[in-house]
């Protein structure tokens, strides 16, 4: 008869298998990221905490692995997380606004893609009622190149975007945002590291404030 074993050895058996799931998914299949600016409001608030999806858009696998399984490519409109391209070890999300091939122009604050106006008031704000002569409020025309995508904030008197660095490569890209499952309206890290003491007090913040800060009726918000 094969010994017991100890309580100890089961929760340490059971608590390494739960991450190296975790690890799993959190590499292939579903990521965490919280949004620290405001260059997407009103879509995603600071503080929101998502769930990203990092495998919609790959790999590309084989024409039957493509029919069986729930791939497709990125497609206007979708909210993307990527690589900055400025500083690859940073993470942003912004809107895809163009594909490969397509012109993107801005005039007056209007979007134009390949020629045509683009009404996008229903998921976009302008805070700033100016009309400047720069590139914020005038760009382009420019033509997305091959493998690469167009991609700006909601917020866009206020999001530093493909209108001032450029496309983004398709590789850079990690997944698509899915879900908020957590927004807390407090204090939020900014994503810089600040030493162990600033990380601990703003633990300490997000624990009292918890229950009054969280924003329950974000709990679960699909985002589109």
Same mark, same amino acid.
């Given at each position: 008869? !094969?010994?017991? %074993?100890?309580?100890?050895? #089961?929760?340490? =058996?059971?608590?390494?298998?739960?991450?190296?799931?975790?690890?799993?998914?959190?590499?292939?299949?579903?990521?965490?990221?919280?949004?620290? *600016?405001? *260059?997407? #409001? =009103?879509?995603?608030?600071?503080? @929101?905490?998502?769930?990203?999806?990092?495998?919609?858009? +790959?790999?590309?696998?084989?024409?039957? =692995?493509?029919?069986?399984?729930?791939?497709?490519?990125?497609?206007?409109? @979708?909210?993307?997380?990527?690589?900055?391209?400025?500083?690859? *070890?940073?993470?942003?999300?912004?809107?895809?606004?163009?594909?490969?091939?397509?012109?993107?122009?801005?005039?007056?604050?209007?979007?134009?893609?390949?020629? =045509?106006?683009?009404?996008?008031?229903?998921?976009? %704000?302008?805070? @700033?009622?100016?009309?400047? !002569?720069?590139?914020?409020?005038?760009?382009? /025309?420019?033509?997305?190149? /091959?493998?690469?995508?167009?991609?700006?904030?909601?917020?866009?008197?206020?999001?530093?975007?493909?209108?001032?660095?450029?496309?983004?490569?398709?590789?850079?890209?990690?997944?698509?945002?899915?879900?908020?499952?957590?927004?807390?309206?407090?204090?939020?890290? @900014?994503? *810089?590291?600040? +030493?162990?003491? !600033?990380?601990? %007090?703003?633990?300490?913040?997000?624990?009292?404030?918890?229950?009054?800060?969280?924003?329950?009726?974000?709990?679960?918000?699909?985002?589109?």
């Amino acid at each position: 008869m !094969a010994r017991p %074993q100890s309580t100890f050895r #089961e929760y340490f =058996e059971a608590l390494l298998i739960a991450g190296i799931f975790l690890g799993f998914t959190n590499t292939f299949l579903v990521k965490t990221f919280y949004i620290p *600016s405001a *260059s997407m #409001e =009103e879509t995603l608030l600071v503080g @929101d905490h998502l769930f990203v999806n990092r495998f919609i858009y +790959g790999p590309a696998g084989t024409g039957v =692995e493509r029919g069986l399984l729930p791939l497709r490519g990125v497609r206007r409109g @979708d909210v993307v997380i990527f690589k900055s391209p400025e500083e690859p *070890s940073i993470d942003m999300v912004k809107r895809c606004i163009g594909l490969p091939g397509d012109e993107i122009r801005v005039v007056d604050k209007v979007l134009y893609i390949n020629g =045509e106006p683009v009404d996008d008031s229903a998921v976009t %704000q302008h805070g @700033d009622p100016r009309v400047l !002569a720069g590139t914020r409020d005038n760009f382009g /025309p420019v033509t997305v190149p /091959p493998d690469r995508y167009f991609c700006m904030g909601d917020n866009r008197d206020n999001s530093n975007d493909s209108r001032f660095w450029g496309t983004v490569p398709a590789h850079h890209i990690k997944g698509r945002a899915l879900l908020i499952y957590w927004s807390f309206g407090g204090e939020t890290s @900014d994503g *810089s590291w600040h +030493g162990w003491g !600033a990380k601990l %007090q703003q633990l300490g913040s997000t624990a009292l404030g918890f229950f009054s800060k969280t924003r329950w009726n974000r709990m679960f918000h699909l985002i589109r």
